[in-house]
């Protein structure tokens, strides 16, 4: 008798896949998390403090034990330290993934990147201007090479602030000014915020925590932004486009190639290799009738948003495409690859490959990718995936894919819209859509998968909210098929009639974790055409499974840029009811917004639903009581 998996993911391939992973004695992350329980009590209220060795402490919220560490660091203190450091390290994730993007830039401004191209001259430019590099008489690649030097700056020290603030509306621009928040570099803003928790330097919780505000802005309007926008240069701005979800897009008669992790860099130029045809005949002389590529995590969303590349699943899904038995070669970047992988992966034939210097893993062969070797590489590979395709043991894909639309950069959904935000601002002023909701974010086996992402996206668009979602997010909803032009009739009479007017699905996908950005940029073009802050506009953000620290630092600059937020689970701040109270409520005084933590998807949506009819009242527009 099997085990029944309907508590671990409402997906049905994960529950089919999971009970494949039992009869196949592999072990999953659900039950690591279960040989975890219970968590310790002090790190999940944040109270234990590992970073000094006259330490580790911990302090004791209820009995009688230590109310301080041994430096005399109380709960508030090591509370806010351990926040700190979560923050910056998400920023430095993201912001590094965007200096590896700048660097790319800068090679193919040289030359010196064979296969990789300018694909998107106009955004180049944009860029260039917002950046003040003059564009006159040069070529796409002068303009590159000068780009890519000035935005390697803006990691440094040289600036007052961050040259993409200014994106902001102006008065949250100069809110941030007032309050001492407005990043002016995004290294900096970092390896301060590492300076400031050492042992004897910041001890004001509030102070730390401001500075934490300050590092997760360096990283939403300085790396991840930078990265979003070098990506769409390099590889192409989105377009809407049709793609396929779930384990079911491996194919049992091709050669099945996944990548996972983040950074485009390296599945680009996979994504070139697989259509190249000479491989594709190569394949088939092997007995495949071709070569399926398809994506998991956020390097997977960053290839749909460009190319409809299918996508197999989120995060709790990395290891289950394993079990398939179908996929021939896992490439992989970096961020969120569970180090299990490879063990998993040593139960099939599957043959696991690393490819980037600063991330290797147990069980996987290391091939480095650079830009000068990227497309040889790729072909390399390729052709090891082809060889392997005749090692593959049973092989069981257990669901048809799900149809999907993807592709909606700002530049798409305001083209949709006629070229302007104005007729999206005129259905919201008119109450036939109430507002909008960014749902972004990870899994974690703490809810059961997917279930808090579907959850709460049905009850926002069958009350009227459009929805725009990122990361695994995003796969959750396009899974649960929220992302075709029929899933409007789910949505309430407004929004389906809006979405029916201009062919849009009621969940708008936007991307891949760094691509947040994407939703920052589209609130203050909102929010400068109604001539208001973002906070004033009736929109709500949610990560209802997170787990990283990047979803961390993206909650952070969400709230600091003026857009309430709700959690899932819950952070590890609850040793100090100080720095509950700020984050729940006394920002709302600082920034005009603030997080809430609700686990329950269906509460969550009250709690949204109500947040943004109090904005559309506060705006003179109809509203509900809630
Ligand atoms: Fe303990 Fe203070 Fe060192 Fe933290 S910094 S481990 S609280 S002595
Ligand atoms: S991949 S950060 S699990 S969204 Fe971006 Fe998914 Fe979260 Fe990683």
């Known amino acids: 008798m099997g085990r029944e998996f309907s508590m671990n ?13 039992e009869r196949d004695q592999v072990e999953t992350v659900w039950d690591r998390y279960a040989a975890q329980q219970p968590n310790c009590g002090y790190c999940e209220m944040g109270l234990s403090c590992r970073i000094c060795i006259m330490g580790p402490c911990r302090i004791d919220p209820f009995g009688d034990g230590p109310r301080r560490g041994v430096c005399g660091a109380d709960a508030d203190i090591i509370v806010a330290r351990n926040l700190g450091r979560m923050i910056a390290a998400g920023a430095a994730s993201h912001s590094d993934h ?28 944009r860029l260039a201007a917002e950046f003040g590099v003059a564009v006159d008489g040069k070529s796409p690649e002068q303009i590159a090479g000068e780009l890519s030097n000035v935005m390697s700056e803006e990691y440094g020290t040289r600036r007052k602030e961050l040259t993409l603030l200014k994106r902001a509306p102006v008065k949250r621009q100069e809110l941030w000014r007032k309050i001492g928040v407005a990043p002016r570099g995004i290294d900096r803003e970092t390896s301060e915020m590492m300076h400031r928790t050492h ?26 932004m930078i990265a979003t926008e070098v990506s769409d240069i390099l590889f192409g701005t989105p377009k809407p486009g049709a793609n396929a979800v779930n384990v079911g897009v491996l194919k049992k008669d091709e050669v099945n190639i996944v990548v996972h992790g983040h950074n485009p860099v390296v599945s680009e130029m996979i994504l070139r290799a697989v259509q190249d045809p000479e491989l594709v005949t190569m394949a088939r002389a092997k007995g495949a009738k071709g070569i399926n590529l398809a994506g998991v995590c956020c390097t997977g969303n960053e290839l749909l948003m460009r190319a409809g590349v299918p996508m197999a699943g989120n995060h709790l899904t990395t290891e289950l495409v394993l079990t398939t038995g179908a996929v021939d070669l896992m490439l992989v970047d970096y961020q969120c690859i569970m180090p299990s992988l490879g063990t998993v992966a040593a139960c ?21 990718f650079h830009p000068d070797n990227a497309a040889a590489k790729a072909v390399e590979l390729v052709k090891e995936a082809i060889e392997n395709f005749g090692r593959r043991g049973e092989v069981y894909i257990p669901v048809e894919p799900v149809a999907s639309v993807g592709g909606f950069s700002v530049e798409s959904i305001v083209g949709a819209l006629g070229g302007t935000p104005e007729p999206l601002l005129d259905a919201i002023k008119a109450g036939k ?57 789910l949505a309430g009479p407004g929004l389906k009639e809006i979405c029916g007017a201009l062919g849009i699905p009621p ?16 609130a203050s073009a909102l929010a400068n055409a109604l001539g208001v802050d973002i906070s004033d506009l009736p929109i709500a953000g949610a990560a209802p499974e997170w787990y990283s620290e990047k979803a961390a630092t993206i909650g952070v600059y969400f709230v600091a840029s003026g857009v309430y937020t709700v959690l899932g689970p819950m952070p590890p701040i609850t040793g100090s009811m100080n720095i509950v109270k700020l984050l729940t409520e006394g920002l709302n005084d600082v920034v005009g917004a603030t997080f809430a933590v609700e686990p329950d998807p269906e509460k969550a949506a009250l709690l949204m639903r109500r947040h943004i009819e109090q904005k559309r009242a506060r705006l003179g527009l109809t509203h509900l009581e809630i």
């Open 98 to 125: 965007g200096r590896d993007l700048v660097e790319v830039l800068g090679e193919v401004a040289h030359g010196r990147a064979p296969g990789y191209q300018i694909r998107d001259v106009e955004k180049l430019k």
């Open 348 to 368: 099939y034939h599957t043959k696991m490959v690393s490819t980037s210097d600063k991330a290797r893993f147990p069980g996987m062969e290391h091939r480095e």
């Open 199 to 224: 042992m004897g330097v910041d001890n004001d919780w509030v102070s730390l925590l401001l500075h934490g505000v300050r590092n997760a802005l360096s990283d939403g309007w300085g790396g991840s």
């Open 507 to 522: 969940v708008l996908h936007m991307g891949s974790c760094v691509d947040n950005v994407r939703i920052l940029v589209l």
């Open 9 to 21: 993911t409402i997906t049905e391939d994960g529950q089919l896949l999971l009970k494949k992973a």
């Open 433 to 489: 859509i109430r507002g909008a909701a960014g749902i972004v974010g990870c899994n974690n086996p703490r809810i059961k998968q997917d279930y808090g992402h579907v959850t709460l996206t049905r009850r926002l668009i069958e009350n009227d909210i459009l929805v725009v979602d990122t990361g695994c997010a995003a796969v959750a909803n396009a899974k649960a098929g929220f992302k075709q032009a029929e899933a409007a009739r």
